[in-house]
Each structure stands twice: as C-alpha cells, then as structure tokens.
C-alpha cells in the first residue's frame, strides 16, 4: 500500500456505533475499500456516549491522499465520525427542532445532518411529552469546523424546512452583523 512516494502514515478515526450486530464490520468496510491498512480497532462496549453508542477507535494507515475518501467514505455510509485524523472540530453549536419530529423520521434527520453537511452528532435529547404522534422537540449538539458553522446551519434548516419543522438556531456571526 504505497503512494507514488511510496509514503503512508498513520491517522486515528474515531467513531461512534450502534450497539446492534454487524456496525463494527459496518464502519470499518470504507476503510478497507479505500485502501486503509488496519493498525488497531479500540472497542470498549461498556463505555457510552450521551447518545448510548459505542466509542469506537480506529487506528490506520494509508496514503495521505486516499485518508479524505476513507473520511468520506464513512460518513457517506452513514457512520458517525466525531473526529479523522488530525482534524479536531473546533465549535459546537446547538440547535432545536420542534414540530412532528418522530413522524418524520428522526433518524433520517440526524443522518441527513452528518452526511449533508461536515458536522457530528455530539448529542441529541428528545421530548415527546404527549406521545409520539404529537408534536415533539429535539436538541441537538453539533460538533463542526467553525468554517463550516454556517454552511452546517443552511443543511439544518434546509432539512428542517422540507419536514415542516421549526428549527432554532444560533445566530451565525455574518448574520449577527447583517
């Protein structure tokens, strides 16, 4: 597995998993098919996210240019990716959805999120106090690139908007001094 300089280098990606069968052998296929070697897995299934999902660490190697497509490649398989390599996301931001939120598919709404947009779910807490077919409310905490933040708010509500949900979101600073 060499480039043309014959180069490859070392990256840790860290992931965050269903407990459900087969998400392991799931999250590391983009790796393979990309041309990632596999240098360790760190899977530890008592430790929980907020979320309740597994932490998972993958270290790798690989050339320097196929690690973007691995990244890609994962997140475009719908695995949550809360940090690649030396990219570290470098803000939060916090939005909430009001509205039928269940009806319409939370789900597909969180993976529309990651998957449009470069961001993570960090965390998400759901209220649905008069039951599900009613109108409910999520807040989502969204790990991002600061570069990104608005690019990441334009998905959100572009996505809120196609579900008939109300979002509320942090002013972005070019909307601030508009």
């Known amino acids: 597995m060499a480039d043309h300089d014959g180069h490859v280098q070392a990256y840790t990606v860290r992931l965050e998993l269903a407990d459900e069968p087969g998400e392991l052998l799931h999250a590391l296929e983009p790796i393979a098919e990309y041309g990632g070697n596999l240098l360790s897995v760190f899977h530890e299934r008592g430790s929980l996210t907020p979320r309740g999902h597994i932490p998972v660490e993958v270290d790798l ?12 490649a994962l997140r475009e398989a719908s695995v949550n990716v809360i940090r690649a390599g030396a990219e570290r996301y470098d803000e939060e931001i916090t939005v909430v959805f009001t509205g039928h939120i269940i009806d319409t598919d939370i789900s597909d709404t969180l993976s529309r999120i990651t998957t449009e947009s470069n961001t993570s779910v960090v965390d998400i807490s759901l209220s649905a106090p008069e039951g599900t077919s009613d109108v409910s409310s999520a807040r989502l905490r969204l ?25 509320i979101a942090p002013l972005t600073e070019r909307e601030a001094t508009a």
Request: proline residues 5%; aromatic residues 2%; glycine residues 0%.
């Open 61 to 72: 190697e690989c050339p320097p240019d196929r690690f973007d497509a691995i990244v890609s």
């Open 143 to 167: 790990a991002t690139d600061s570069a990104d933040t608005a690019d990441v708010l334009d998905t959100v509500t572009q996505i809120a908007d196609e579900k008939e949900l109300r979002v």
